[in-house]
């Protein structure tokens, strides 16, 4: 026996069966017409026969997951590859009122974790200009990080 591949009108493997491709009628399997049975050897379901081969879909790169929160050693360390670390020093220092400031020191130098969801860090973010998605790809940065 060999390996026969069934395929779609377009060219999509929709089966694959232990049989001889010359003996095989989709139609008689219950399959919509245009569909044909071809040698399968190489193929697998969801391969796209180009006429010469069979072709795999493109697996597309998963998304990124955002941490949820990342060690202030990393954070500290993301800022610093991408050349933002001044940056926050210089607006943790702008802050006029002293109260929120010192509650920004110590968000920025005191606490172990640094959370996707903090107040300080989305203020901090605006501060120096960044999008959401600019403070998400930090944090991403910031998870990889092995210190």
């Given at each position: ?68 929160s990342v ?33 920004a ?43």
């Amino acid at each position: 026996m060999t390996t026969t591949a069934i395929i779609d009108a377009a060219g999509v493997v929709q089966d694959m069966i232990l049989a001889l491709h010359s003996e095989v009628d989709p139609q008689a399997l219950g399959r919509p017409e245009g569909w044909r049975a071809i040698d399968g050897e190489g193929g697998a379901i969801g391969d796209t026969w180009d006429g010469t081969a069979f072709v795999r879909p493109l697996v597309p790169e998963p998304e990124p997951v955002v941490p949820e929160s990342v060690t202030r050693a990393q954070g500290k360390a993301a800022l610093v590859q991408a050349g933002l670390w001044a940056g926050v020093l210089a607006y943790v220092a702008s802050i006029a009122d002293p109260t929120q400031q010192a509650l920004a020191e110590i968000a920025l130098h005191d606490t172990q974790e640094w959370r996707r969801d903090s107040p300080f860090l989305a203020a901090c973010a605006v501060g120096l200009g960044l999008t959401p998605e600019q403070l998400d790809a930090l944090f991403i940065a910031a998870g990889e990080i092995v210190l």
